[in-house]
């Protein structure tokens, strides 16, 4: 060792070494014998933490002290590119969702480029990094807590990851207009409707249309302990009858049969068993409230129009198909039983 450096020569190897103004991991290293013996510090150093760090002679050590193979790990791994923390991302999303996603044509105003910023929920300065799957996936660099300010590459499904929009117009209702639903039981329902004389004869309701066999299949349903769907009433103030805004035939249906003016196969309400009474009145309906003292008629006409035009019903051509696949597999069950 010269004169300047430390007191006693290292063995080859990694140390941390000291300088006038600063200690780093450095590695010690000699050559040669005698006067031809030659020594060296040599630190590792690149401009960029994503590349291979360099060595570099370092001078002017005054002392060193040993470093552990963990200190000497950290001081030579490099910092992923943000593609490759998108392909780690990717991969470990894949094997938490084992199963295929279901594909969907994305339009080109939801495929996005690297770089761009997109909305997340409510995460933080959420930018695009690259994208899997013909853009059904796509990774993402954000920030979830702004308070530590920590960057991270998440795998998200495209159906999650929004443009940055400045729209100003808005279709949504007033939340207090939104209709909150919570689910009843049908004894609860019916009881309600009886006790209350719930009244389904607004002047926007359309006349008892169900059929008997419309009702009967209600009423196996609610046997087989099936969701009967849903049920609007609109709340009004004393001495006006609440209504029934939706679900009319549904309410005909149950009040009916439990009032004894249908049989099931032959069957009426006074001829089951009390389980399957208990059956019947715990099918469970969805059901929601419009305060009337809160809303106009104009909202209650277009509540009526939205909740009877959602969805598209199914043609008695396609449940008579299903029906039919129905009793075919009741009936190949029945087979394997049998052999």
């Not at 309701?205 to 169900?210: L, M, P, T, V």
């Not at 609007?232 to 005909?252: A, H």
């Not at 049989?263 to 001829?271: A, E, T």
């Amino acid at each position: 060792m010269n004169k300047n450096g430390p007191a006693t020569e290292p063995r080859p190897g990694f140390y941390w070494a000291t300088t006038p103004d600063r200690e780093v991991i450095a590695r010690y290293q000699a050559a040669g014998r005698g006067a031809k013996r030659v020594t060296a510090w040599v630190e590792f150093v690149s401009d960029d933490p994503t590349l291979d760090k360099q060595p570099r002679i370092l001078t002017d050590v005054t002392s060193y002290r040993p470093a552990s193979k963990a200190e000497v790990d950290q001081a030579f791994a490099r910092v992923l590119t943000l593609e490759e923390q998108a392909d780690m991302a990717y991969q470990a999303y894949r094997q938490r969702k084992y199963r295929p996603t279901r594909e969907v044509v994305i339009p080109p105003e939801r495929r996005f480029k690297p770089g761009e910023a997109v909305e997340i929920g409510e995460l933080h300065d959420c930018r695009v990094v690259k994208t899997y799957e013909d853009g059904q996936l796509i990774a993402a660099q954000l920030t979830r807590d702004m308070t530590t300010g920590i960057r991270s590459v998440e795998v998200w499904p495209w159906l999650t990851v929004m443009p940055i929009t400045t729209a100003v117009v808005h279709f949504a209702p007033r939340r207090d207009h939104v209709l909150s639903y919570s689910w009843s039981d049908v004894e609860s329902i019916l009881n309600r409707v009886v006790e209350f004389n719930v009244a389904d004869n607004a002047r926007y309701q359309r006349e008892y249309a169900w059929t008997l066999e419309d009702k009967q299949r209600l009423i196996r349903a609610a046997l087989n302990g099936r969701s009967l769907g849903k049920l609007v009433f609109v709340k009004r103030p004393y001495p006006l009858q609440s209504q029934l805004l939706d679900g009319k035939q549904r309410i005909d249906a149950l009040l009916g049969y439990v009032a004894g003016q249908y049989p099931l196969d032959g069957v009426y309400w006074n001829q089951l068993c009390k389980g399957d009474r208990r059956a019947i009145f715990e099918a469970q309906l969805m059901v929601a409230e419009i305060n009337e003292e809160r809303v106009d008629e104009v909202f209650i006409l277009q509540t009526f129009l939205d909740v009877n035009a959602a969805g598209v019903p199914q043609s008695e051509e396609h449940l008579n198909k299903v029906r039919a696949q129905l009793q075919e597999a009741r009936a190949c069950k029945l087979a394997r039983k049998s052999a």
